[in-house]
């Protein structure tokens, strides 16, 4: 159980490098493991990292189902840190399918809890980044920008640089010629570089309107 643990985290640094086809079987090497030793806590993270790592190869309806078991299993044992952090993946993979109603309104209501709550502020990049490209889905460019800026705002705060990395990817995403102003391009070049994402997280929508 000990080594799955260890395959899991690795497995973790190669999704958020990109490196999915490698993440991906590793993490099935780690449900496999904890699923023979009847560990449902283990089970519920490499549930919620496989699913992950669907959505970001591409294949949200693989990813979704796995999500929330993973979410309903966090649920049971009273995770809650780990319901949001779920959620703010589950907001993603309908992001990827182009459900922009869905992912809001799972964005929406993670963060509600999380401003219930203290100490629960760590999913608040990646869930202000869904609510970002879901906003952008539905053509409301102001209400995106600001959702982008304040999960940047979020990132920096608590020094999570990969979440930052991933934000200012979105941006970019969402800029009419794909790029960004050249301090902020600068700092992304460099952060990809430095934490070694060659396949950041990334969501094609159309370009917001300057």
């Known amino acids: 159980m000990e080594a799955a643990n260890g395959t899991n985290n690795v497995a973790e640094v190669l999704s958020d490098q990109g490196h999915l086809a490698e993440a991906e079987t590793r993490f099935r090497e780690a449900l496999r493991v904890w699923k023979a030793a009847g560990f449902e806590l283990g089970v519920a993270y490499a549930l919620a990292n496989l699913g992950r790592v669907s959505y970001r190869d591409g294949r949200p309806n693989d990813g979704l189902p796995m999500l929330r078991e993973a979410r309903a299993l966090f649920g049971e044992a009273?995770?809650?840190?780990?319901?949001?952090?779920?959620?703010?993946?589950?907001?993603?993979?309908?992001?990827?399918?182009?459900?922009?109603?869905?992912?809001?309104?799972?964005?929406?209501?993670?963060?509600?809890?999380?401003a219930s709550r203290d100490g629960l502020g760590h999913q608040r990049p990646a869930l202000l980044r869904a609510r970002g490209y879901a906003l952008a889905q539905l053509g409301r460019p102001d209400e995106a920008r600001e959702a982008l800026t304040a999960s940047l705002t979020a990132?920096?705060?608590?020094?999570?640089?990969?979440?930052?990395?991933?934000?200012?990817?979105?941006?970019?995403?969402?800029?009419?010629?794909?790029?960004?102003?050249?301090?902020?391009?600068?700092?992304?070049?460099?952060?990809?570089?430095?934490?070694g994402i060659v396949r950041p997280f990334s969501v094609r929508v159309a370009a917001l309107p300057t």
């Open 78 to 114: 009273g995770y809650v840190a780990q319901v949001l952090e779920t959620d703010s993946r589950i907001a993603e993979c309908h992001v990827v399918a182009n459900q922009p109603d869905e992912a809001l309104a799972v964005a929406d209501g993670a963060l509600a809890v999380e």
């Open 155 to 195: 990132a920096r705060e608590r020094q999570a640089d990969h979440e930052v990395a991933f934000t200012l990817n979105a941006m970019k995403d969402l800029a009419e010629d794909q790029t960004l102003d050249a301090p902020l391009e600068e700092e992304h070049q460099l952060l990809l570089e430095r934490l």
